[in-house]
């Protein structure tokens, strides 16, 4: 069996305040007259504190027009705060006609900062570093003509951020979650400074709680699974090995299974 990899991300009181978005109640504010196209972002998360993340622009390749921009502004996001089923609006166009896109492009700017914590004695320490690229900073996706006039996207930060020397760089990963409609939601009782990891043979799935105990891992194939609970100490440290808490979970497709309070 695959080992499954453990999220060790730690919460993150931030002072960086961002706009968040109910995309089902936004879809269904959808006029008559004209056609939403929207881009949200929601967070795969990592070994870090925080994450605030600067992207400058949005466009997307439609078929029948070719590039159209989504985004002209500057957002910055606070990557971390995504959890839960958060998502964040990053682009939006009105059209009067529905259309397919072939390929969507991210830019991101040059201020991009992460929070690391790291123990000192019996204290801890939190640092500010501001991210090098490792390449381009823009994150170009293809699609075979994706028609759905809301787009969600994961920005896994585990795989988008690595040490380079005495720093970090940053190579945005940001994937497609094919389907928001399918997935594992439920609540710690007992401990919110927890996290979850659901998984199969092949793959894992990661995130933590919000700061109610509240989880949410969506755009999971149909399968069996096994969910473990991960508790973090004080410092935020997380176990190097871990069993399933509970055996057999079985997510359906189209539904977002309900385990209700669990136990930690």
Known sequence: MKKPKIPTATSYLTIWPVAFYNHNAFQNSTTKRKFQHAVFI?????????LKAE????????????WVTLLDTTQM???LQLVSGKEMLLGIRADST????????ITFGEKNLL???RKIGMHVEEKIYTLKYDGTPEVVMDFENLSSPNILLDFNIAQSIFRLGDEYALKPVINLINDV???VRGKFAGS???AVCVYDDKKAYSTYANA??????HGLDENDYNLTIISQNEFGKLPEKMEPQIKEVTVIQGQIIQLGKVEV
Request: with cysteine; glycine share 12%.
């Open 42 to 50: 929601t967070d795969n998360t990592g070994n870090y504190a925080g």
């Open 192 to 194: 919110v400074n927890v």
């Open 77 to 79: 996001v606070q990557v």
């Open 212 to 217: 109610k105990g509240e989880f949410l891992i």
């Open 98 to 105: 529905s259309y397919k896109y072939s390929k969507l492009k």
């Open 115 to 117: 929070a690391v914590k």
């Open 55 to 66: 992207i400058k622009g949005v466009e997307a390749c439609v078929n029948e027009i070719g």
């Open 181 to 183: 409609k399918t997935g």
